[in-house]
Every structure is written in C-alpha cells, then in structure tokens.
C-alpha cells in the first residue's frame, strides 16, 4: 500500500468527468484502501476523490466523524458512483481542496442532500445529509463531473442571504 | 532580487481602468499578486500587490495615471509570501444608518479578540431612512463564544449575526 500522489490544477486531469465502476475486484478495494491512505496524509481532508490521484472513476471517499468541532454525519462514506438525487436550500460555506493548495473560497452548496451510492460489494446505500457532511459530499461528486469549488466561487457581498444563527 | 510593493490607484470612475493599468505593469514584466479594485461612490479604487525586479513604478505608472487622472501611492511590501490569513468567524451587521455604526461595533469586537481581515459596508435603504450594512470576515482571537457575548453590548437596533467558518478541505 501507498500514498498515491496528489495531483493539482492547472492538470487538465481534474476537468475530466470520471466513468463509472462496473468492476468490483481485488484490485478496486486495493485502490480504495491506497485512496483512502492518501486522504489521511493529507492536512485536514475530510474528502477525497479518485480523480485527485488521476484516476478517472466515480469513487470518493467523505468522513466527517473526526472534526475538532463535531458536526452530524454518517460516519466514514465510501462512496462508488455516488450519485444526488435530491437537492435543499442552499447555504454558503468557506472550501479549499488538496489539488488547490493556499486557497480558500466561499462556495454555495445545497444544504440537504438525499445521496445514493454503492460499496465495494456493488451494495446500493441511500440516506439524506444536511451541512458539512452534505458539503463535503458535494465537493467530492464535483471532482468526480471534473468541476473544481473554484467553478463555484461566490463573492463575499452574497452575505446578507446566510441563514441566521445569532441574533442579538 | 525582485521585490513587492502594494500600488494604490484612484480616480474617478470610467470604463477599462483595470485593462489599462495592468497591461502597462504586464508589459514591463510586474507580476500581480493579491489585488482588490471595485467601484467606491463614483470613484475606482485598485489595491495591488506587484513583485518587480526593483523597477521605479511611479515612472513606469506615470503616463496611464495622466490619461487617467489617477492618484497613485506607492509602498514597499516586506511580506514576500502569500499574505493570505484563514478567516474563522463572519459577521454581518446593519440596521438604521447613523453616525459611529462602524466605530462601535469594531470597538466592542476588537476587545473581544476579532482580527478584522476583510471588512467592507454599504449604505441602502431609501433617501429618508437609509440603512448601513457591513460584513466582516476575520478571526476570531479569543473565540467566536467571545464575540457573540461582547455583541450584547452593542446598542438595540444594530442587527449583527455572528456564523463561525469552518474550512472544509477535500
Ligand atoms: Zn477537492
């Protein structure tokens, strides 16, 4: 097993869109686990997809579980042609990606999500997720159509349209 | 050795400012870094970062600034990496237009730890009742916690909403 290498943008690799899997072998769940070794190199990653490593298959692994401030979710996702199959309210939040280093932006994702997707035993999984969870998720399927967040930047004057949390 | 420098540019505003001062640093080789132009009032503002090899900018500058009627300042940057601060608090703010708005609540936040990295306002509503808005990103030194307890102090009327940014990487 090993860390796989990280490619980054300007590579014409991450605005590809990715095939699905129709193989489920050794040598798929060897991929996932080598995927998934490189995320946890990665600072702070609570996502990564395959074609961050230059493999063009829907693959992306999501785990939110482990953040210093905890967030619902659905533990550690593996997700093999994931697909969204419904979309709710939008909600601007700050992404950077491991194939865009010393970069952060504001992006408006969907703040409910209903995903479906396989394991590696072709097993189909469905279940809605809402905030950081349905973000990262996002993000990953993105990467997995060749769209970066940077496809997706927001100006900062969007503010005033964030849903409230404090008000005095 | 090239060297940064952060170039101020203002005048009135017109069409094709940017293109105009860019192609001329471009065409002597000055490299941007972060910039920040927008439109201030009927007034364009151009806040640049440019890495040049130790050229005398205000020569090069001289003849767009005249067909412009540009002021131009010119400071050296000792910050030669990327000067890009992670925010991890958003603040919006506005209510009824009145003098001191801004003052106030920057005051109150800033003894409660925010370090204010973008901060920008505007002015809306009608002639008769104009009303302020602000939206800061900074961060927040002593914790968000800190700032939404200082906010209680800050006059009845001013509508603030504190969200805590939390970077997602993926
Ligand atoms: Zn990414």
């Not at chain 1, 996502?47 to 979710?73: T, Y």
């Not at chain 2, 170039?7 to 941007?32: F, H, K, N």
Request: charge should be negative; include cysteine; glycine fraction near 8%.
């Amino acid at each position: 097993m090993a860390v796989l290498e990280i490619i980054h943008y300007p590579d014409q690799r991450l605005k590809q869109e990715s095939e699905p899997v129709t193989v489920f072998d050794q040598a798929l769940k060897d991929f996932l686990s080598e995927l998934e070794e490189t995320r946890l190199s990665g600072p702070g990653a609570v996502g990564i997809a395959a074609p961050q490593v230059g493999v063009a298959k829907r693959i992306a692994i999501v785990d939110v579980s482990k953040l210093k401030k905890p967030v619902d979710n659905h533990g550690y996702l593996l997700m093999i042609n994931p697909e969204i199959t419904h979309w709710e309210g939008m909600e601007k939040g700050r992404e950077g990606c491991l194939s865009v280093p010393d970069f952060t932006g504001n992006v408006i994702r969907a703040e409910k999500i209903k995903i479906r997707f396989q394991n590696s035993e072709q097993q189909w999984t469905e279940f809605e997720t809402t905030g950081y969870e349905a973000r990262a998720i996002q993000h990953e399927i993105d990467h997995l159509d060749g769209m970066l967040f940077l496809d997706r930047l927001v100006s900062r004057r969007t503010d005033l349209f964030e849903r409230k949390v404090y008000k005095k | 050795m090239k060297k940064w420098s952060l170039l101020t540019l203002v005048g009135a505003d017109q069409q094709a400012i940017v293109a105009a001062v860019t192609r001329v640093l471009a065409e002597a080789d000055c490299e941007l870094g972060e910039t920040s132009m927008m439109r201030m009032g009927g007034s364009f503002a151009m806040m640049l970062r440019v890495r040049h090899e130790n050229q005398d900018l205000a020569t090069l500058l001289k003849e767009v600034c005249g067909q412009l009627s540009l002021h131009l300042h010119i400071d050296d940057d000792v910050d030669t990496a990327s000067s890009a601060m992670e925010p991890d608090v958003n603040i919006t703010v506005y209510g009824a237009d009145r003098s001191g708005i801004v003052a106030e609540v920057t005051g109150i936040l800033a003894t409660a730890g925010l370090n204010i990295i973008d901060l920008e306002t505007a002015m809306a509503g009608t002639a008769d009742k104009p009303i302020y808005i602000m939206t800061i990103e900074g961060q927040a030194l002593q914790g968000v916690d800190a700032l939404t307890e200082a906010a209680k102090m800050i006059s009845d009327g001013v509508e603030l909403n504190i969200i805590p940014i939390q970077t997602l990487r993926a």
